[in-house]
């Protein structure tokens, strides 16, 4: 079986260079790759000639759309009948395609996801938020797991498709935040199943710095009303907990003007982060900023989550309110 590899790009070279790299030491080498600069000002495209030799690849520029009809572009201009996308930040195992091959040759499946782990280079900060955006403490399970293979919703950093699917649901939709979400409800609600292949894990960067993580699940955080807006059963009780532990906090940290012990538990759960993330990543130092990671991951989400909900119950405004700010910059 071969594939197509598709990923959007902005101003990401050397983070490029470095998925390049991992995809030239796959073990199963049936697949093209397929890079799109979107818009970019900083190009990567003497990263792409070099690789030439190594990979099948593709390379094309385009104005700035955002990554949805990025990849929508890429699949325009692809050869093959299954699409994989990863993000430019991803390191990619080297026995990843070999996986996902012998999955498919042995239980097809028109769409599938896979998790994401730290790779041993990245920083303790990229470590801390990886463990905070996998962590069930702080996400509540919400990424899906073997239990839940026939609700698995795909995130299009590690999702993987059929040309018949594209063409039956158009592909990913013109949003900044939350276009991956979108098209795994659409796929489902068109009759597909997507299920998750554990074992196809990528290495997933992430943000660099707190404050772009912060961004990041701000903006995550307000997209969840505007898929409320388009798939009003997608939204559960688990989407809502960020918001409900910003409310939560702020409470009882106004409480512990007149009763210290309020704060008890606001500690606790700290140091039910930092003892689970010491375990789970073998270092005090990513334990202590996966705590600082998990308290900024909730509360950008929260308050993206209250503030897009003002918005669009409150004042009514439409569901593009949430994206008027570009993803990249």
């Known amino acids: 079986m071969k594939f197509s590899i598709i990923v959007p790009v902005y101003n990401r070279p050397q983070e490029v260079l470095e998925l390049l790299q991992s995809l030239a030491k796959q073990t199963y080498t049936q697949f093209e790759v397929i890079i799109v600069e979107d818009g970019s000002s900083i190009s990567c495209e003497q990263i792409v000639a070099d690789f030439s030799h190594l990979l099948e690849i593709k390379y094309f520029t385009k104005q700035n759309e955002g990554p949805g009809l990025t990849r929508n572009f890429g699949m325009k201009h692809a050869g093959t009948d299954y699409f994989i996308f990863f993000d430019s930040d991803c390191l990619i195992p080297e026995n990843y395609m ?40 702080t996400t509540g399970g919400i990424r899906g797991g073997k239990k839940k293979m026939d609700v698995f919703h795909p995130r299009s950093f590690n999702m993987g498709f059929s040309r018949k699917v594209y063409e039956k649901t158009g592909g990913y939709a013109a949003m900044r935040f939350g276009e991956d979400v979108d098209l ?48 009003p059963q997608s939204l559960k009780l688990v989407h809502m907990l960020p918001a409900a532990f910003v409310t939560g906090t702020l409470f009882l940290i106004l409480l512990s003007l007149l009763f210290p012990v309020s704060l008890l538990p606001i500690f606790m759960l700290a140091l039910l982060i930092f003892v689970h993330a010491a375990v789970s990543t073998g270092s005090f130092r990513v334990a202590y900023l996966s705590v600082v990671a998990s308290f900024v991951q909730l509360f950008g989400y929260g308050i993206g989550f209250y503030r897009a909900a003002y918005n669009y119950f409150i004042l009514k405004k439409t569901e593009k309110f949430a994206f008027r700010e570009n993803f990249y910059k």
């Open 98 to 137: 070999g996986i996902v091959n012998s999955e498919l040759t042995a239980h097809f499946t028109d769409a599938y996801g896979g998790s994401d782990a730290a790779h041993s280079s990245f920083t303790p900060i990229q470590k801390a938020i990886s463990y905070s955006m996998t962590s069930f403490i």
């Open 184 to 231: 795994s409800l659409r796929i489902l609600e068109s009759g597909f199943k997507a299920k998750l292949i554990p074992d196809a894990f990528v290495y997933h960067k992430r943000r660099t710095s707190f404050y772009k993580f912060y961004k990041q699940v701000h903006n995550s955080g307000m997209a969840r009303i505007a898929l409320y807006a388009r798939h």
